[in-house]
């Protein structure tokens, strides 16, 4: 990830944004899927439920 004037990037250039309330489910859904199943792969997230991704290093 790369942080241009303070926003977060990811490799592809894609801007990290934080989930709205719709996403969060999504994500949850996918968590709970990466539990159950041993071959599961994440799809390409532009997302993030910690805000805390958001925040350039210090």
Known sequence: MRFR???AFLPDGAPLTSADDEQR?????????ENQETDFTY???TYTVSESDLMPPV
Do not use: K
């Open 5 to 7: 004037d303070g926003q």
């Open 25 to 33: 489910r999504e994500f949850y859904r996918l968590r709970r899927r």
């Open 43 to 45: 799809p390409m997230l």
